[in-house]
């Protein structure tokens, strides 16, 4: 049974800056703010990386997946600061990874999706922690936390 589609393409654009083909969410499946939120990203084998990382057995980047997941934590800040209609300030603010610590335990391939959880961790002032986690069919590609930086300007 497919999972419902909560926020999609358009509604994640309006929130993260990000675009293709350096966008890795397509869609947000599961949402409770300030606490979680589930989107998926299905990996197409025309993506431009592929014809190096490695043709002959593609593999999506760990560094990939990575942003995928930071991009996971941008969209559970975002949607739940519209949801709640606090923005702490943050209107005028840029959201940057600033650190990670990520273990990676299986590759994801073309063709598989990726399931993109992230959950909120800690604020120290400008920094916020996620606990995040990527898997394919329930098996773990990815998990860890991360750091999102905010700095004043807007793209």
């Known amino acids: 049974m497919a999972k419902e589609t909560i926020f999609g393409l358009d509604k994640i654009l309006d929130i993260i800056p990000h675009r293709p083909p350096f966008l890795f969410v397509d869609r947000v499946v599961k949402f409770i703010p300030n606490k979680m939120l589930a989107a998926e990203r299905t990996i197409q084998d025309d993506e431009p990386w592929f014809s190096g990382h490695f043709p002959q057995k593609a593999i999506m980047p760990g560094a ?3 942003d995928a997941l930071a991009q996971t934590s941008g969209l559970l800040m975002g949607f ?6 606090d923005d702490d300030g943050d209107e005028n603010k840029i959201f940057y990874l600033a650190a990670s610590n990520i273990k ?12 993109l959880i992230a959950e909120t961790g800690e604020q120290f002032g400008a920094l916020y922690t996620y606990n995040v986690e990527a898997l394919v069919r329930r098996k773990v590609v990815a998990k860890g936390t991360l750091t999102l930086a905010a700095r004043e300007g807007k793209l």
């Open 80 to 85: 739940s600061k519209q949801e709640t209609g």
């Open 64 to 66: 990939l997946v990575l």
């Open 104 to 115: 990676f335990l299986t590759p994801a391939f073309p063709g598989e999706t990726l399931e």
